[in-house]
């Protein structure tokens, strides 16, 4: 609720309180009381109660604002780690005819268990954002040329490693958009 309302419900409150407790005084301690006193004191008694509600709902809204916010930062630090760990992952890929057939199938192998790292994550936080994290088009997956951000080579990659490398760029970039808008996802 904005502070300018919350302002005015004090306010408000305040004055009905002021009243109900003059009313209260004369319809206990009055002699010749009227009677209209008696429905203008349930009235003021409605409005108090009233007030005290929508505060009350005010607030546990915002607590329950609050708590989500907090959840999300936990998950958005967490995914977070888990792409600057892809990210590692991408650039730790070397040029094939260095690092041979082992090697490619060694980066390969941790590229599949960082993907099952996140589907595992994502899957116990949100189901649509696992099946954002695992789109990938057939057009992300073109090309074969890699170039390393770091050292600032450029090589070609084939087979296996292609799809997978073109894979982890399309799904780190799958993940950026869900960092970047959590409260989409979660």
């Not at 919350?6 to 409150?13: A, D, N």
């Not at 951000?149 to 799958?174: C, I, K, S």
Request: charged fraction near 30%.
């Amino acid at each position: 609720m904005s502070r300018r309302r919350r302002v005015f419900h004090l306010i408000v409150g305040g004055c009905v309180v002021i009243d109900l407790l003059r009313r209260l005084r004369e319809v206990l301690f009055g002699v010749d009381v009227p009677r209209i006193d008696y429905w203008i004191l349930g009235v003021d008694f409605l409005v108090l109660v009233a007030i005290l509600w929508f505060e009350g709902i005010a607030e546990r809204r915002h607590q329950i604002e609050r708590k989500r916010a907090e959840h999300l930062t936990g998950i958005v630090k967490s995914l977070s780690d888990l792409m600057d760990e892809g990210q590692t992952i991408q650039w730790s890929l070397r040029d094939p005819r260095v690092i041979g057939r082992e090697g490619e199938a060694i980066w390969v192998e941790s590229v599949k268990k960082w993907t099952e790292g996140i589907n595992d994550f994502l899957a116990m936080h949100s189901r649509k954002a696992l099946i954002a994290f695992q789109l990938v088009s057939y057009e992300e997956l073109g090309g074969n040329l890699v170039f390393h951000p770091n050292t600032g080579e450029t090589f070609l990659v084939g087979g296996d490693t292609r799809l997978t490398y073109r894979r982890l760029v399309a799904q780190l970039e799958n993940l950026r958009r869900i960092v970047e808008r959590p409260e989409g996802y979660f």
